[in-house]
């Protein structure tokens, strides 16, 4: 546990530590933690998390479950991690499962004890997807925690914010943590381990004049990666719109302009892939994505366009798939969903943290 000497931040201390460009800003409210993840002074993941609520799950926790119902149509059971919380094991996702009560023979009976780790959270109508391909820790030995723990236990704790951003967001080393109180402090504290992160500064913001959302300017940058408009440096602009099926961004050129059409066409369009990458990044946006760039006619225009996409989500993890770009100028994207996007959070999160 990282235990630093001087553990307060003020603003006179941030003015002087500008030259950290990573942030995650923990505000605290009756257990509910809120992470801003910024880069460079815009954000890069916002998440909610209750930690009061036990039992909620997260990606690679591991369970002890009871498989609840056999579906042969689909290939797949129905376990349930408590007393009235099912999960869905595929049966592509069956590979040397642990049973508790009995050796596996190649197959799976209702009533059957076994070991499951979430290997994708639920959304909307669907259960948590769990599998048997067990990714612990090397000194983890879960034969044994099985036989010491009965069923509906959790017995191996999974993916936290930290280890979250560690995969998918280019690493959390070098980071100053700043927390809104002593809560937060001893949470993240609880997560980051010394030997792996020697360089995390845990800090408990401690600042009379200024709240720590008015100093992150947090109202505001959360707006950029939640409003349906985006607004871009050259007067065009994106419509971002998230269905159920689908996620829908519309370019157009706005207040953009100039002399050669073509050309303002263009520009617009490559900024707009740009900004669409950070945007994917930042609400976390999955599925099916659907751009409708600003059509042209030159006859490059679908092959310039397909590499500055797949430029902009090199570095985009899991990095979105361009499909295909039509020639109507509908860009086809899909994206793996691994977590929840930022329309989730959005609804369980406290606005007056805001204030």
């Not at 010394?194 to 008015?214: A, M």
Request: a neutral charge.
């Amino acid at each position: 546990m990282i235990k630093p000497r001087d553990n307060k931040l003020n603003i006179s201390k941030e003015i002087k530590t500008d030259s950290v460009n990573k942030r995650l800003v923990v505000i605290n409210s009756n257990g509910l933690l809120h992470y801003f993840y910024l880069v460079n002074g815009r954000i890069h993941y916002f998440y909610v998390e209750d930690t009061s609520d036990k039992s909620l799950v997260s990606v690679g926790d591991i369970y002890i479950g009871v498989v609840s119902h056999v579906n042969k149509e689909i290939d797949g059971y129905f376990i349930n991690i408590d007393q009235n919380e099912p999960v869905f094991l595929p049966g592509s996702e069956i590979v040397n499962p642990i049973l508790v009560n009995r050796k596996y023979d190649g197959k799976l009976h209702e009533s059957d004890v076994i070991l499951v780790q979430i290997k994708k959270l639920g959304f909307a109508n669907k259960k948590p997807l769990v599998s048997t391909k067990y990714k612990i820790s090397s000194e983890v030995n879960l034969e044994q925690l099985s036989r010491t723990c009965v069923k509906y236990s959790l017995i191996y704790k999974g993916q936290s914010i930290v280890d979250y951003i560690d995969k998918y967001h280019g690493g959390f080393g070098n980071t100053l943590v700043v927390c809104s109180d002593e809560y937060a402090v001893d949470y993240m504290n609880g997560l980051i381990s010394n030997d792996r992160y020697t360089d995390i500064s845990v800090k408990l913001y401690d600042d009379e004049h200024i709240s720590i959302s008015s100093l992150y300017s947090l109202k505001s940058k959360l707006d950029e990666i939640s409003n349906i408009k985006v607004w871009l440096k050259s007067g065009g602009y994106l419509f971002i719109n998230p269905t159920e099926a689908m996620t829908v961004i519309d370019v157009n050129t706005g207040k953009a302009g100039g002399k050669n059409k073509d050309n303002a066409i263009f520009d617009i369009n490559i900024e707009a892939i740009n900004e669409i990458a950070y945007q994917i990044l930042a609400r976390n946006l999955s599925g099916i994505i659907i751009v409708d760039l600003i059509n042209s006619k030159q006859a490059d225009f679908n092959t310039i366009l397909t590499k500055a996409m797949e430029d902009a989500f090199e570095t985009i993890k899991p990095a979105p798939k361009l499909v295909d770009i039509t020639k109507l100028g509908l860009a086809e994207i899909t994206r793996q969903k691994i977590h929840p996007d930022i329309y989730d959070s959005l609804r369980k999160m406290d606005r007056t943290i805001l204030m």
